[in-house]
């Protein structure tokens, strides 16, 4: 969905001449869009359902991971990431330990509360990207329109310099969290939305007569 809605966003704000920007093949652009916009809900949905079930935990009475070896446990070791709990991964597991839900899933204190940083993380980047593209979207139909004023830019240059403070924020927590290929896929994506929001602008000025540089 995102590459889809990328792909849109260049077509329309790049590459497709205004004048072609009409009937039939804007509504076409805009359904697209619409559909990625309702898989990125989707999405977040997802996002938003993991980080509430990993504050659905029962405390345990054990205090030794390795007692729960032939209970057929997994062992969270990260977000999204588990392994079987055998004799050998158990002895590392801290003493305050946690089932997750009814997944048969168990945790100690730290390895929980990291996933549940970085189910925070997912969530607030995916709210935000989607709160990215709606400013975006509002831009184009504007520009389409020829209601993209200078006021109106300005405002939601305001309103994208702390969206994206955020999503550059969330990247460097992944970062520093270890999760490189969560950093390294977002700082792709904001690389390329950086170059849609030139697009934006460069089209806002060559179109606004009150900016444009006279031949």
């Known amino acids: ?90 002895v590392a597991v801290g003493s305050q330990l946690y089932t997750i839900a009814d997944f048969g899933i168990i945790a100690d204190g730290e390895t929980l509360r990291a996933a549940q940083w970085l189910a925070w993380v997912d969530v607030i980047n995916a709210a935000d990207w989607i709160l990215v593209v709606i400013v975006l979207e509002v831009e184009v139909r504007l520009q389409l329109r020829g209601d993209l004023s200078e006021r109106v830019m300005d405002a939601t240059k305001i309103i994208k310099f702390l969206l994206y403070a955020v999503l550059f924020a969330c990247a460097i927590y992944w970062g520093f969290a270890g999760d490189f290929l969560d950093f390294w896929d977002a700082a792709l994506w904001l690389f390329a939305f950086i170059f849609i929001e030139l697009n934006v602008f460069e089209w806002q000025h060559a179109t606004d007569p009150e900016l444009a540089v006279p031949a």
């Open 1 to 90: 969905a995102w590459v889809i809605l990328l792909l849109m966003f260049e077509l329309e704000t790049s590459v497709l001449d205004d004048n072609k920007l009409r009937g039939g093949l804007k509504w076409v652009l805009h359904g697209l869009r619409g559909l990625c916009y309702l898989a990125l809900g989707y999405a977040f949905t997802g996002y938003y359902d993991e980080l509430v079930t990993l504050y659905q935990v029962t405390p345990l009475a054990v205090t030794d991971a390795c007692t729960l070896v032939e209970s057929g446990y997994s062992l969270l070791m990260d977000l999204d990431e588990y392994l079987p709990l055998d004799s050998g991964n158990c």
